[in-house]
């Protein structure tokens, strides 16, 4: 079975210092995966996408980046965070024949 | 531009009764439509959905309705519990991405 897990679980970080959240998938080959974002009051907001390694799609414009070093490894970045870059962020993957996403756990960010 | 949203911030129900969520897209081209249920430090797991060229689906004691020509979504629970407590999400899916919308809170009472 396919599981999904990201890291960490809870982040406090000050203004300007770097991120890195990273995600793992197992049990599925070349997914397709996504990280989106909730923030306080808003729905959950993509910020990336990636079809396969090194491939990587930005929905907005943004102070993040992503990678994907291995097929089942999703990284989101930041070299300086800002305080708006403050929320619940989510890794995901998608299930090719209905396009449903399975979430992991998620990592709360808190930039103060 | 938001392309799917939730008009209803929260919704409060007495245990027993039906919950109705309702969720409203602009884009004609979404071909599936999905419901998730998001529990506070989680992420979302999904419920039920949907595909365009239905406008019904039953799984226990949810249903969803999808009406095309309105472009209007809502899923019922009947009947509500309180572990239904928790902020529901609708989907929506063109080429592959999901768009959605802002969540409604649903509190279900004793």
């Known amino acids: 079975s396919q599981t999904i897990h990201q890291w960490p679980a809870t982040l406090v970080q000050p203004v300007g210092s770097p991120l890195s959240l990273e995600c793992t998938v197992e049990?599925?080959?070349?997914?397709?995966l996504y990280w989106y974002r909730q923030a306080a009051g808003r729905g959950l907001q993509l910020l990336f996408y990636?079809?396969?390694?090194?491939?990587i799609s930005s929905e907005v414009p943004q102070n993040l980046s992503a990678s994907r070093p291995q097929d089942r490894q999703f990284i989101l970045s930041s070299k300086k965070l800002l305080l708006s870059d403050s929320g619940f962020y989510l890794c995901?993957?998608?299930?090719?024949?209905?396009?449903?996403?399975?979430f992991g756990e998620g990592s709360r960010l808190t930039v103060l | 531009d938001q392309q799917v949203k939730q008009n209803s911030p929260s919704l409060s129900v007495q245990e027993g009764r039906i919950s109705i969520l309702n969720c409203d897209y602009t884009?004609?081209?979404?071909?599936?439509f999905l419901w998730y249920k998001k529990y506070p430090a989680e992420g979302p797991t999904f419920l039920i959905s949907?595909?365009?060229?239905?406008d019904k689906n039953e799984d226990g004691r949810f249903t969803v309705f999808l009406n095309k020509s309105a472009k209007h979504l809502s899923l019922h629970i009947v009947p509500s519990q309180p572990g239904d407590s928790a902020v529901y999400f609708c989907?929506?899916?063109?080429?592959?991405?999901?768009?959605f919308g802002q969540g409604t809170i649903l509190t279900v009472h004793p």
């Open positions: 049990g599925t080959s070349n997914p397709n």
């Open positions: 989907a929506a899916r063109f080429y592959g991405k999901l768009t």
């Open positions: 949907i595909s365009s060229i239905k």
């Open positions: 990636s079809v396969g390694i090194g491939q």
């Open positions: 995901a993957w998608r299930k090719t024949d209905t396009g449903e996403l399975f």
């Open positions: 884009n004609s081209m979404f071909d599936y």
